[in-house]
T-cell receptor
Framework: GAVVSQHPSWVICKSGTSVKIECRSL??????MFWYRQFPKQSLMLMAT?????????EQGVEKDKFLINHASLTLSTLTVTSAHPEDSSFYIC?????????????FGNGTRLTVT | AQSVTQLDSQVPVFEEAPVELRCNYS??????LFWYVQYPNQGLQLLLK??????LVKGINGFEAEFNKSQTSFHLRKPSVHISDTAEYFC????????????FGKGTHLIIQP
């Protein structure tokens, strides 16, 4: 149980276009989801906290107008990279917290490799 | 704010030998501690967690970790490693036990040599 599905697993887009990444909790409800970014051979950096039905909370230094987050249901959060540039190329990973489970560990998706050409 | 230090960026070990991956943390409040494993181009899989109770925590794949509050450490150990354990290992902390996002260390690449 507690599966988080991320789609797509990889995407290549041209500079200036927008890309949407989906994060779904398949067998549980997730009021809160998190979006991370991972550069090659580096750690994961928290970008934002996504709460169902409300605005996302962004970490310092993350442009909210560039990385649009929508958490419209208890099982789906989306991250849209707007006007992507090569420096946005990275591995994006989402995680979800199981609603009502108190101090439960986060469940991670398998990530999305974004390459901007 | 909290921070995590993984002292070794890379640890080479021979197959069937024991291994310890080190993790130290810094926080002004009590934290919850986690170890995750990441295989190439994949997400993270939880190995084990310390939320409360016994300071020796056993996880999946034969791994265990011990929480040492006085030394602010949470080192990961395995008595005998296998080739399949080759991966990146991340230590992480949270204040809310999962209610907030995790703060990760930079990771340790475990390399198992035959």
């Amino acid at each position: 149980g507690a599966v988080v599905s991320q789609h797509p697993s990889w995407v290549i887009c041209k500079s200036g276009t927008s890309v949407k990444i989906e994060c779904r909790s398949l067998d549980f409800q997730a009021t809160t989801m998190f979006w991370y970014r991972q550069f090659p051979k580096q750690s994961l950096m928290l970008m934002a906290t996504s709460n169902e039905g409300s605005k996302a909370t962004y970490e310092q230094g993350v442009e909210k107008d560039k990385f649009l987050i929508n958490h419209a249901s208890l099982t789906l959060s989306t991250l849209t990279v707007t006007s992507a540039h090569p420096e946005d190329s990275s591995f994006y990973i989402c995680s979800a917290k199981r609603t009502g489970w108190g101090n439960s560990p986060l469940h991670f998706g398998n990530g999305t490799r974004l390459t901007v050409t | 704010a909290q921070s995590v230090t993984q002292l070794d960026s890379q640890v080479p070990v021979f197959e069937e030998a024991p291994v310890e991956l080190r993790c130290n943390y810094s926080s002004s409040v009590s934290v919850y501690l986690f170890w995750y494993v990441q295989y190439p181009n994949q997400g993270l899989q939880l190995l084990l967690k310390y939320l409360s109770g016994s300071t020796l925590v056993k996880g999946i794949n034969g791994f265990e970790a011990e929480f040492n509050k006085s030394q602010t450490s949470f080192h990961l150990r395995k008595p005998s490693v296998h080739i399949s354990d080759t991966a990146e290992y991340f230590c992480a902390v949270s204040v809310g036990g999962g209610a907030d996002g995790l703060t990760f260390g930079k990771g340790t690449h475990l390399i198992i040599q035959p």
